[in-house]
């Protein structure tokens, strides 16, 4: 290439840098390929057919968002309130009742969405259901601790709760035998219109190939700046030069 001279330290600094951006964009496009998957599994087992409640965490980690029935009784009075975000924005929790089967088991179910103006049940009586129920809903998996560090801690004693974890839940409420996952109540309208549940989003933000394009374009850039940088038209001296070949 004519007039360029590359000299050692801007070349040593810049070829880590390229290799490295060039790097994140490929293990972007591997991420990519595997978010498509997951993508795929979720939609697939969203169209299945409603199965019973499972025994053990082994075979509801292989039911993980498949539809499922339960039945049973609503323990009202230990409902729990999750700070969530409604539809269109809107500030106010999901109701996560106990759920007591017919064998004793305890089963929390995300009955939906209610503004904060109806955080007290005795605003929404009509939707306390009592006797026994029928539940058809998404099987859900809790994670296995907090999602990440801008999710505020659980304050179980204050009754604050940002994240669902079940073991502390099922303390606080003074629970045993509680099931190792939950369920997200469908859209069945309840009594009144509270809670709405069937709000669960089951699409999962794939932005890798915004990723991976924008690690490309970093190492492209830093790239080009290099070339430019070190074409001749300063006063450099020649030990600082790459001898060339």
């Known amino acids: 290439?004519?007039?360029?001279?590359?000299?050692?330290?801007?070349?040593l600094?810049?070829?880590?840098?390229v290799f490295l951006c060039a790097a994140l964009g490929v293990w972007q496009l591997q991420r990519l390929e595997w978010k498509r998957g997951l993508?795929?599994?979720r939609a697939?087992?969203?169209t299945h057919a409603p199965v019973a409640l499972p025994r053990?965490?082994?075979?509801?980690?292989?039911l993980a968002l498949h539809p499922v029935v339960a039945e049973g009784a609503f323990l009202n009075d230990k409902e729990i309130m999750l700070n969530a975000i409604g539809p269109k924005g809107a500030a106010g929790f999901d109701v996560l009742t106990p759920l007591r089967e017919a064998d004793g088991r305890i089963l929390f179910?995300?009955?939906?969405f209610v503004p904060t103006a109806l955080k007290d049940p005795a605003k929404r009586d009509a939707g306390e259901l009592s006797g026994k129920v029928h539940i058809v809903g998404l099987l859900r998996l809790p994670p296995p601790q907090k999602p990440?560090?801008?999710?505020?801690?659980?304050?179980s004693a204050q009754g604050d709760w940002f994240?669902?974890?079940?073991?502390?839940m099922a303390a606080a409420d003074r629970l045993a035998t509680v099931a190792p996952f939950y369920i997200d109540a469908d859209a069945t309208p309840n009594p009144g219109g509270w809670p709405k549940g069937g709000l669960t989003l089951p699409a999962l933000p794939n932005h890798h190939l915004q990723y991976a394009i924008t690690w490309f374009s970093l190492a492209v850039a830093a790239f080009v700046i290099y070339v430019l940088s070190q074409r001749s038209g300063g006063d450099n001296r020649d030990d600082e030069r790459i001898p060339r070949t």
């Open 13 to 17: 600094i810049t070829i880590p840098i």
């Open 109 to 112: 179910v995300n009955r939906g």
């Open 163 to 168: 994240w669902i974890d079940l073991a502390a």
């Open 56 to 62: 053990i965490l082994g075979e509801a980690r292989k």
């Open 148 to 155: 990440n560090w801008f999710v505020p801690d659980n304050r």
């Open 39 to 41: 993508i795929a599994e």
């Open 44 to 46: 697939a087992a969203l």
């Open 1 to 11: 290439m004519r007039g360029f001279r590359p000299h050692r330290a801007p070349t």
